[in-house]
């Protein structure tokens, strides 16, 4: 039976150059130079040190467009609170989200299930699994889905025929 996975992940490799392009760019730019303006990442972690709000906000515009260059969704990123961090210095810490959270998989089988069309989701982990008889009922899933859920970045992979 044809089938694909529902997912929401980003692509890590990519998100690591925009990081270091966007560092490098930090470095250059001359309304940062003598700043402690950077961006540090550790695993799906990445956190934007500045000297005030106004320059966080710039090092993050760097970033955003940095991985929008890379086709990195932005929508991938969950902003923390700013945090202070001694004197003017401010640090905010940006969260890489990875899989598709309980909420949003059971929207996601409402969605097939209302739309009455010839295919069965099920949530397998943190993916949403899609079969049906024919490929076309699939592909009109996958056209629903990327309608219905605009909020969450989303990847169809792992067709079988």
């Known amino acids: ?22 560092s490098k760019e930090i470095g250059t730019r001359f ?8 961006v540090e990442q550790k695993d799906r972690d990445l956190t934007v040190f500045a ?14 467009g940095k991985l929008t260059k890379r ?4 929508r991938f990123l969950d902003r923390g609170k700013i945090e202070k961090i001694g004197g003017d ?3 905010q810490v940006i ?3 990875n899989g598709i959270e309980t909420e949003t998989a059971k929207k996601i089988v ?13 949530i397998q982990g943190d993916a949403v699994r899609v079969t ?8 009109a899933a996958m056209a629903l889905l990327r309608k219905e859920v605009a909020d969450l970045p989303l990847e169809f992979n792992n067709f079988r025929d």
């Not at 309304?31 to 950077?38: Q, V």
């Open 1 to 22: 039976m044809p089938s694909f996975d529902t997912v929401s992940e980003a692509n890590m490799v990519e998100v690591k150059n925009a990081v270091d392009q966007a």
């Open 95 to 97: 969260k890489i989200k």
């Open 31 to 38: 309304d940062f130079k003598g700043s402690d303006a950077r």
């Open 71 to 74: 086709n990195v969704d932005v």
């Open 51 to 64: 000297d005030s709000e106004f320059q966080l906000n710039q090092v993050i515009d760097v970033l955003t």
């Open 89 to 91: 210095k401010v640090k």
């Open 110 to 122: 409402r969605v097939i299930k209302d739309s009455k069309m010839k295919v069965q989701a099920s």
């Open 132 to 139: 049906g008889a024919k490929r076309d009922d699939l592909q």
